[in-house]
């Protein structure tokens, strides 16, 4: 746990076409975390969309951002183009080297992994992508949320939720973060037991899988393309 009379910088990656929930689900957790400072921060200082379509407005452009205490990389269709845009990457190095945590949800991870912080770090992300976590030198781990030393990877969009609050207790500690889940009403039930590819039917998973199979073909030529620029060598058995 950080010191309580240390105030805390946070700070989360703002980018067109990502998945709002991503973002907006840990932000009910992070924003409300004592002596501590919330911003969003995008390329430039415009209005947004996610995937969806939802309009999102940052606090500030990257360039104006605060060395950050806790930096929060969301994911989302729109992490493609990030892939290999090196002035938000660089930025993602310059704050990761300097933060006490580093949060990623979802294909957040996609994008911590094509700025080369990913090497030899147990990671997750959304199911969909999972398997291209060794382009980036990663060691997947298949759980809801993973914790590697001061990184904390959420696997996809709600997950952000679960890894928020354990990030929130490393940092002011389990009441704060108790706190804050009874403050959310966090305690979920969900009508039907579908949200993992291990307890989907299969039938929907297969849905699942044909409705996202172009991206995550993209997903893959792009993953290949960094890793070798990252000199990481692809996967054994990966398809070709």
């Known amino acids: 746990m950080i010191d309580p009379d240390r105030h805390l910088q946070i700070g989360s990656l703002l980018f067109e076409g990502l998945d709002q929930i991503d973002l907006t689900g840990p932000f009910e957790v992070l924003s409300r975390i004592p002596n501590a400072t919330y911003r969003l921060y995008g ?34 269709f729109g992490q493609e183009a990030l892939m290999e845009d090196e002035a938000v ?21 996609l994008i911590c992994g094509a700025a080369g912080l990913l ?9 969909a992508s999972f398997h291209l976590l060794p382009f980036f030198g990663a060691i ?26 354990r990030l929130a207790a ?3 500690g389990e009441e704060a973060a108790q706190a804050i889940q009874l403050y959310m009403v966090y305690a979920p039930e969900p009508p039907f037991d579908a949200g993992t590819p291990e307890t989907a039917p299969a039938a929907i998973l297969d849905q699942a899988r044909r409705a996202v199979s172009g991206i995550t073909a993209q997903r893959e030529a792009t993953a290949r393309r960094v890793g070798a620029r990252l000199g990481i060598e692809a996967p054994a058995g990966a398809a070709r």
Do not use: Y
């Open 119 to 127: 090497r030899g770090r147990r990671a997750t992300t959304h199911w």
């Open 170 to 172: 490393e940092l002011r």
């Open 43 to 76: 390329k430039t200082a415009g209005t947004v969309r996610d995937l969806k379509g939802l309009r999102i407005t940052p606090d500030a452009a990257l360039a104006d951002a605060p060395p950050l205490d806790v930096l929060h990389v969301p994911g989302g």
């Open 89 to 109: 990457l660089g930025w993602i190095r310059r704050q990761a080297a300097g933060a006490h945590s580093v949060f990623s949800v979802c294909t957040g991870a």
């Open 140 to 165: 997947p781990v298949n759980e809801r949320v993973v914790v590697d030393g001061t990184w904390v990877f959420a696997a996809g969009v709600t997950a952000g939720i679960d890894g928020a609050l």
